[in-house]
DNA sequence: AACCCGGGGGG
DNA sequence: CCCCCAGGGTT
């Protein structure tokens, strides 16, 4: 491994990396709480709620104490809702059978649920100083254009060819930092339309060289999103209570709270199919949303439903803006 | 290996 | 508006 393409990373990171909360700490908890908000996630939105949860779990023995509805409730909006499920099963494991101690290799922490290859590599070198290479999305994309690799970056089967490559990079010295840096020229540099003149790498990059960077990485072809439409019925009574009932244990947003709805599965809205009365105060919302594909659901029934004030903390399962939209129900 | 699981950003 | 992005778990 070229010395200056480290030299040159370690460098640019020194002077530009942004200043993240997670980034000034050494704690583990922290670390992991971080790292599974921002599965999937960007960090301007994983952000705020990394500050709420360490603002109301400190430790990792308050979270691992918490009522499960309270931690679906601060991370309702942010999406792949299993993963604050996992987050307090991994907290009160490690609590109950590791003394509340981390296991401090990537080979241990991967053991612990939410927890994968990428994740188990982020902890064991940003908290334990582990040189294990990082390989997120922004890695795959930074190391296909930098060693111009065509191998297809979905295929489990190509996976060691970029975890190989993670590892050589990796400044033993300091392997956290290294892989922050990497991701962070992913993040900010290396985007998917990447901006090659502010690269520190420019010089090593073969992709560059050869002109194959709108080429990189190799990905599969996706698949088509279907589209559905849901007919929310947001239903007040007088004392500005809202109906909600609990969605089915599979699927979609499985087990969180919602407002009464039409039945799924339609392309066009049946606002006709309700039966209002007219004692209550009611509004319709219709919310779409992509999906792959979308299981069969039972249309509500009466015995389910129960009426909450907006002060009580339930888990609903609404989209950002569609929370937003209503969150003073007694509109 | 294929599929499921949300939500947001950019052109 | 359409297209793009992305870890872990389950099947």
């Known amino acids: 491994m070229n010395p200056a393409l480290r030299s040159d990373l370690l460098t640019w990171y020194r002077l530009h990396a942004r200043d993240l909360p997670w980034r000034n700490t050494n704690d583990p908890y922290r670390i992991w709480l971080s790292e599974i908000i921002l599965q999937q996630t960007r960090v301007d939105q994983g952000r705020?709620?990394?500050?709420?949860?360490?603002?109301?779990?400190?430790?990792?023995?308050?979270?691992?104490?918490?009522?499960?509805?309270?931690?679906?409730?601060?991370?309702?909006?942010?999406?792949?809702?299993?993963?604050?499920?996992?987050?307090?099963?991994?907290?009160?494991?490690?609590?109950?059978?590791?003394?509340?101690?981390?296991?401090?290799?990537?080979?241990?922490?991967?053991?612990?649920?939410?927890?994968?290859?990428?994740?188990?590599?982020?902890?064991?070198?940003f908290a334990f100083g582990q040189a294990?290479?990082?390989?997120?999305?922004?890695?795959?994309?930074?190391?296909?254009?930098?060693?111009d690799i065509d191998a297809c970056i979905d295929e489990g089967k190509n996976r060691p060819v970029f975890q190989a490559l993670a590892n050589e990079l990796i400044d033993k010295e300091v392997p956290g930092?290294?892989?922050?840096?990497?991701?962070?020229?992913?993040?900010?540099?290396?985007?998917?339309?990447?901006?090659?003149?502010?690269?520190?790498?420019?010089?090593?990059?073969?992709?560059?060289?050869?002109?194959?960077?709108?080429?990189?990485?190799?990905?599969?072809?996706?698949?088509?999103?279907?589209?559905?439409?849901?007919?929310?019925?947001?239903?007040?009574d007088g004392s500005g209570q809202m109906a909600i009932q609990q969605?089915?244990?599979?699927?979609?947003?499985?087990?969180?709270?919602?407002?009464?709805?039409?039945?799924?599965?339609?392309?066009?809205?049946?606002?006709?199919?309700?039966?209002?009365?007219?004692?209550?105060?009611?509004?319709i919302l219709h919310i779409r949303f992509q999906l792959c594909r979308l299981k069969t659901e039972k249309k509500p029934t009466n015995k389910h439903i129960i009426w909450v004030g907006a002060d009580q903390r339930r888990s609903l399962a609404f989209p950002v803006p569609v929370l937003k939209a209503f969150a003073h129900w007694d509109l």
């Not at 949860?53 to 991370?75: C, G, N, S």
């Not at 294990?132 to 060693?147: A, E």
Request: charged share 25%; glycine share 6%.
């Open 48 to 125: 705020p709620y990394y500050e709420r949860f360490t603002e109301r779990f400190p430790t990792l023995k308050d979270l691992a104490q918490a009522q499960d509805e309270e931690v679906m409730k601060l991370w309702e909006g942010l999406g792949y809702y299993s993963r604050a499920r996992n987050l307090l099963k991994a907290a009160r494991l490690v609590q109950q059978t590791h003394n509340g101690h981390f296991p401090n290799t990537a080979e241990g922490l991967e053991k612990l649920p939410g927890i994968g290859p990428y994740t188990s590599a982020a902890i064991a070198s």
């Open 132 to 147: 294990i290479g990082v390989v997120d999305g922004n890695v795959f994309r930074l190391l296909s254009r930098l060693f």
């Open 177 to 236: 930092i290294s892989n922050q840096a990497l991701m962070e020229i992913g993040a900010t540099i290396c985007t998917p339309r990447p901006k090659c003149q502010k690269c520190p790498l420019q010089t090593h990059c073969l992709a560059r060289e050869r002109g194959t960077v709108d080429l990189r990485p190799v990905r599969k072809k996706r698949n088509k999103v279907k589209e559905e439409t849901i007919d929310y019925l947001i239903l007040l």
């Open 247 to 283: 969605r089915a244990a599979q699927g979609i947003w499985a087990e969180l709270f919602e407002p009464l709805h039409s039945a799924e599965h339609q392309v066009q809205p049946k606002l006709d199919q309700w039966h209002i009365d007219h004692r209550l105060t009611h509004r």
